[in-house]
């Protein structure tokens, strides 16, 4: 196994941005008598602005019409951006920019795979936008992970194969679209939650290249 390039997630990986979109989700379920517990939130990780929105109405057990599903998101986007608005570089998850410059100066290509469509605006805002060889975001793909495509897509836009490629992901859709994808999944968080990672380490603390493919080959290793 080779590693190549790696592609990483945005919201959770290199940034805290999920606690943002709890907040804005949660008002806009309180606005119909509805509420967003933390659990449900979890399911959300990962999932595109309209399938937020959908899983949310669903679990008020609410209809409402295209239009209005349309307004209802618009609004969540506005309150997000207003609660993103003074991000800077310090909401960079610990960690993440010694791993992304150390790869970057390994001549590792990166790529990112987001599902948000501001996760340009968020990389540039934190400054490590530059970093990425191609970036890869809610705007560009059709289908939301657990779907593979935005994973795909990236490794097309670096010419790697998906199995010479790191996927750095927070959620359990992500890991599992890195799976159907055919790459090699980290999980970063929760155990409970990416269990079917090759490996899964709770932060990029002290976290080196070298120590990454260490960890992957003894994962598979052990794989029968
Ligand atoms: P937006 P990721 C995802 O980003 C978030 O995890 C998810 O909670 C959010 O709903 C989705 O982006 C869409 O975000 O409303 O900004 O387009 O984790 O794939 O980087
Ligand atoms: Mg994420």
């Known amino acids: 196994m080779k590693v190549e390039a790696c592609i990483f997630d945005l919201d959770g ?21 509805g509420d967003l517990s933390l659990e449900q939130n979890e399911k959300l990780k990962g999932v595109s602005r309209m399938g ?94 657990p779907d593979p495509e935005v994973f795909l897509k990236g490794a097309k836009s670096l010419g790697i194969k998906p199995a010479n490629c790191i996927v750095f992901e927070d959620s359990s859709k992500g890991i599992e679209a890195a799976i159907s994808g055919g790459f090699i999944p980290v999980g970063i968080g929760e155990d409970s939650n990416l269990k079917n990672a090759t490996i899964i380490y709770s932060g990029f603390q002290n976290l080196t290249f070298d120590t990454i493919l260490t960890d992957i080959a003894k994962a598979k290793s052990r794989t029968p």
């Open 52 to 145: 937020s929105l959908e899983y949310i109405l669903k679990a008020n057990n609410i209809q409402k019409s295209h239009e209005e599903k349309s307004e209802l998101a618009k609004l969540k986007n506005e309150w997000y951006l207003e609660l993103i608005s003074s991000i800077d570089q310090s909401e960079l998850l610990p960690g993440v920019i010694n791993l992304l410059t150390e790869l970057k100066s390994l001549k590792i290509p990166l790529a990112l795979g987001s599902a948000s469509r501001n996760a340009i605006k968020i990389l540039h805002k934190i400054g490590v936008d530059h970093l990425f060889h191609t970036m890869i975001d809610g705007n560009l793909v059709e289908k939301s992970k």
């Open 13 to 33: 990986v290199i940034v805290d941005t999920a606690r943002f979109h709890y907040v804005a989700w949660k008002r806009i379920a309180q606005l119909f008598g």
